[in-house]
């Protein structure tokens, strides 16, 4: 959709310019110009099916900028350019640059005033479109982040996970990486809610969470799996060393209470499964799988434990 708006734009844009020239008898050079655009436009929009893009804005300012050397009367068609500015691309610097050039050549070239009306409002809509445009790419980062973050953790959820857990992948096969996954959840939630209640269910899963992020590098990624479930990727990190870490964070939690609003205090207990790239297996599906059997492995030997995978106890 957002191609189409462009796209249209530049033809209803050029197609103006057109009018304006015909209505007013614009010399017969100018005409065939702006004619040509316009057909290029067309050509390249509904012809060969290809969008409008930054070159195609940089060829309109230069097209309206060789009128106007012609003709004055068109000068604020160059206004019109600026809306583009809203829209995000991979040359959105140098679109700005341009249109900055545009200004300089109309006060250099044209002798047009430093203070006139026309740089007046050039000037401020040129500067409130680009801020138009870091705002919404604020907007659209904030929503990205609400997208996948877990909201009663503030870790990240299972979609996010997800998605930093393949690039995390694609980077270790690349770069001959390592990385540990590991899965855990807590032993006999269901048992704290029915003893102290729902509320301290939550309590439960939030105090788990802290003791993650208190634990895990800035490097390292950790989600909410899901219930009670969390997951954490420790990059760069070899299966030994990521043992070593999945020991500490069980104790760690094990030996501090949560306590109720009556002062009463009980102990949780967390059971983890943990694989590794490349000591467990190589292909990414694997290691999820993996990860969940090593946890489910670490359940059935009692809870409390800790259950790490390689390639020849995963066959």
């Not at 690349?174 to 939630?189: A, E, G, P, Q, V």
């Not at 105090?207 to 479930?229: L, M, P, S």
């Not at 990521?242 to 030996?255: P, Q, T, V, W």
């Amino acid at each position: 959709m957002i191609e189409s708006i462009k796209k249209n734009y530049f033809v209803i844009l050029t197609a103006l310019i057109l009018f304006y020239e015909t209505y007013y008898r614009a010399e017969s050079n100018i005409l065939l110009v702006t004619s040509l655009v316009l057909i290029l436009f067309l050509g390249l929009t509904f012809v060969k099916k290809i969008y409008l893009d930054d070159f195609l804005f940089i060829l309109c300012f230069c097209f309206l900028l060789f009128t106007v050397y012609f003709d004055n009367k068109l000068l604020y068609f160059q206004i019109l350019l600026l809306p583009y500015l809203i829209f995000q691309s991979k040359y959105y610097f140098f679109k700005v640059i341009f249109s900055l050039l545009a200004l300089l050549f109309d006060v250099v070239v044209l002798k047009i005033e430093v203070l006139s009306n026309f740089t007046m409002i050039y000037g401020v809509l040129l500067f409130f479109f680009i801020i138009i445009r870091f705002w919404i790419d604020k907007l659209y980062y904030q929503i990205n982040e609400l997208s996948i973050t877990d909201d009663l953790t503030g870790l990240l959820n299972q979609k996010g996970f997800l998605r930093k857990f393949e690039e995390e992948y694609y980077r270790s096969v690349r770069y001959k990486k390592s990385f540990t996954l590991i899965m855990l959840d807590s032993d006999d939630l269901k048992k704290v809610n029915d003893t102290y209640g729902h509320k301290y269910g939550t309590k439960v899963i939030l105090f788990i969470a802290e003791e993650i992020k208190k634990n895990i590098r800035r490097t390292d990624f950790a989600c909410r799996y899901g219930g009670d479930e969390f997951m954490i990727c420790l990059v760069e990190t070899p299966l030994n060393n990521g043992k070593i870490f999945a020991d500490r964070l069980r104790k760690s939690i094990a030996i501090k209470p949560v306590f109720t609003e009556k002062g009463k205090g009980f102990n949780v207990t967390i059971s983890l499964g943990v694989v590794g790239f490349p000591d467990t297996s190589e292909k990414s599906y694997e290691l999820l799988d993996l990860v969940d059997k090593a946890l489910y492995d670490a359940k059935n030997k009692g809870k409390n434990k800790v259950v790490v995978l390689t390639k020849n106890s995963a066959e």
